[in-house]
């Protein structure tokens, strides 16, 4: 794989937006950090594995695991983050769900576990839209928007033109962890 610098530099971007929301949530909502303190170490691996003409020992299994954990457990735990206080059913089903894709997705055939995957982070971003729409938290809505459209209408494959899909969906999801922030700030 030869060295993709711009999606080196918008995985350090993505990194800094975690950073910026974890300084700022942490002490009042350690469930959201943890969920995208996992996002944070997937892009700080992204960072040098993308650095690299060849990276070197593990760097690849560890970025993807850690960023399918961040799908798997670091979006359920943010949703946990938005309705831990006063939804505590959609808070259980959020960490069951969690729990379910993790112990099952060694078992299910790949098309299956991406179904499991994708479900598992759907249902976190509809507990964070049913919060926001009960609290009118426009943040929330904005930074899920966010991170749907960066992931669905972009995705991470090939390119735009000159551009790494992949770069804009970092830098979408970088916009989405800065509004989250605003979005649990406000809560």
């Known amino acids: 794989m030869a060295r993709q610098l711009t999606t080196s ?3 350090l971007l993505l990194t800094w937006s975690v950073l910026y929301f974890i300084y700022n949530v942490f002490w009042e909502n350690v469930f959201a950090s943890l969920g995208l303190g996992i996002q944070g170490t997937a892009a700080a691996l992204g960072v040098i594995r993308f650095a690299q003409a060849r990276p070197q020992g593990q760097i690849y299994e560890y970025h993807q695991m ?3 954990l961040a799908q798997v457990v670091g979006i359920p735990l943010l949703a946990v983050g938005f309705c831990h206080k006063d939804m505590p059913i959609l808070m259980n089903l959020n960490l069951m769900i969690m729990v379910a894709v993790l112990i099952g997705a060694n078992f299910l055939a790949p098309g299956m576990k991406q179904l ?3 479900s598992c982070a759907g249902f976190g971003f509809l507990t964070i839209i049913i919060v926001a729409l009960r609290s009118w938290n426009v943040y929330a809505l904005l930074a899920t928007a966010a991170y749907i459209a960066s992931s669905k209408l972009i995705g991470s494959e ?4 000159v551009v790494y899909r992949l770069d804009l969906l970092h830098v979408g999801l970088a916009a989405g962890n800065v509004l989250f922030t605003w979005a649990l700030k406000s809560l």
């Open 9 to 11: 530099v918008s995985d």
């Open 66 to 68: 850690t960023s399918w």
């Open 116 to 118: 499991a995957n994708e």
């Open 158 to 161: 090939g390119k735009m033109g």
